[in-house]
Each structure stands twice: as structure tokens, then as C-alpha cells.
């Protein structure tokens, strides 16, 4: 979803500045980027977010390269792979908290600081699964930290009143990614059940991308929440499925 959004933001005439969790990773997203849009405005360096130095570096890395930053998106987040709770192991769990949740408030208070002291801004944080309060067996760790989200995102808008900052977050509905079909890894089986309902209700990155980066860029609201799905859009994709030969997976599943 990261790089999709890059591509839309690139496609719209902003500079976009990257980050991967690690160096080849940043290097691929910035190798696809340049072939696409050139280098003019786009740089890119690894980060880890569970690691506040390497987040302050990313912000000042911005800012070097571009002077000032409008938008800052905190879109890094990990699953555990499916399993009862007491089934995940201790240091998975952990990664995925911190990755997904301490990771997005290190985030937040670098991009903060650095709108407040610039005078303008604004702060995104992804939502996902759990963040409606929503529950699903084997994927709690992951629904904890975006049910947790859910609530710092509201919190970090309600502190911002009467700044010059606006908060918000981004809900791209589900979409058809790594994170999605690494979970039905060695079980082609389930993964063909359940790609029925996947290409009712979900989108490929590249669809929501364009629509959600339009609604950021227009955003002036603090606290609002940019939801690609709505309930009349999923309704209407149930009463439409029976004659609809729409199919995410067009090479069928791995």
C-alpha cells in the first residue's frame, strides 16, 4: 500500500520521500519510482520504525532533500501469521506491536514536532483489520494494535485543536497484498475458498491509491478518517457478485 500510495502521490505532482525496512527493500521501491516518475522528486532511505533515532532521521532526511513537509504517513505494519493467541510466539508479537503500534507513535511525535515548529502539517495513520473494533480469530496481536490505533489516532486529533497540525487516518477497506496471501501460505486450499469473498469485498492497492490520495491532498479537517469502503459500496458488491466476473487473482492463487 506504501508504494502504491507514493506512485498516486508521484502521479499527482508531489515529491515523495520513501522508506523500506531495509536498504534493498528501499532501493527496489526506488528503482520502480524512478522508472516511473524520474528522481526529481523522490529520495528514499531505510528506516526502522520501532527506533525513534531512525525515524527522527527520516524526518530530517525530508526536510533536507525537500525543505519543508505537508505530509507525513505512518503506513509500516506487520501481521502475525494465523494462530490462537496463546499459539503466536512471544518475539512475533512483539515485532508486530512494536512495528505497528510504538512504531506509528514514534512516528507521530517526530512529525509533531517538526509541523509545529514549521508551522503547518499533517499527521496519517493506517488503519486495518481491528481498527472498527471488529474481531477475527487468529489475527488478534494484529487487531489489537489497530484496535489501539484507532484510539492514539483520535487522541493525537483531540491535541491538536487549535494548532496548525490536523491528524487523521487513512482506511483503505481490504486489500489483496503480501500480508493477506502470506497468511494462506502452504494452504492453497483455504486460500481458493476464500477467494470468493476476497474479490467481493477487497481492492488492489493500485485501485484504492489514486482515490485516497486525492481525498489526503484535499483534506483540511483535523481528525478526519479518508475510508475508501463504504457500507453501500460493499452491499452493492454482494447484490452484484452473482454477475460479476470480477477476479484480483487473474493468475489464480499461489
Known amino acids: 500500500m506504501g508504494l502504491a500510495l507514493a506512485d498516486a502521490f508521484l502521479s499527482l ?39 525513534v533515532q531512525q525515524v527522527q532521521v527520516l524526518w530530517e532526511s525530508a526536510r533536507t532533500r525537500f525543505g519543508q513537509i505537508e505530509i507525513w504517513i505512518n503506513n509500516a505494519g506487520l501481521s502475525n501469521q494465523q494462530a490462537i493467541i496463546w499459539r503466536v510466539p512471544p518475539a512475533e508479537m512483539a515485532t508486530v506491536i512494536e512495528t505497528n503500534l510504538v512504531g506509528v507513535l514514534y512516528g507521530s511525535q517526530v512529525a509533531v514536532n517538526g509541523m509545529l515548529a514549521q508551522g503547518h502539517g499533517a499527521v496519517y495513520n493506517m488503519y486495518g483489520m481491528g481498527s472498527d473494533g471488529r474481531m477475527h480469530t487468529g489475527l488478534v496481536p494484529y487487531g489489537t494494535t489497530k484496535y489501539a490505533l484507532s484510539y492514539f489516532t483520535r487522541g493525537l486529533a483531540k491535541e491538536l485543536e487549535g494548532s496548525p497540525v490536523i491528524a487523521g487516518a487513512i482506511r483503505p477497506g481490504m486489500l489483496i497484498t503480501d500480508m493477506i496471501t502470506s497468511q494462506y501460505e502452504g494452504r492453497s486450499d483455504e486460500l481458493e475458498k476464500a477467494r470468493r469473498i476476497f474479490n467481493i469485498i477487497a481492492e488492489k492497492p493500485e485501485t484504492v491509491a489514486p482515490w485516497l490520495a486525492k481525498k489526503v491532498l484535499e483534506n483540511r479537517r483535523n481528525g478526519a478518517c479518508i475510508s475508501y469502503t463504504s457500507s453501500w459500496k460493499l452491499a452493492w458488491r454482494f447484490l452484484s457478485a452473482p454477475f460479476s466476473r470480477r477476479d484480483l487473482f487473474p493468475n489464480g492463487p499461489d
Open 13 to 51: 505532482g508531489c515529491s515523495v520521500m520513501l522508506c523500506g525496512r531495509s536498504q534493498e527493500s528501499t532501493e527496489a521501491a526506488m528503482a520502480q519510482m524512478v522508472q516511473r516518475h524520474g528522481s526529481e522528486r523522490l529520495a528514499g532511505i531505510p528506516c526502522d520504525v520501532r527506533r
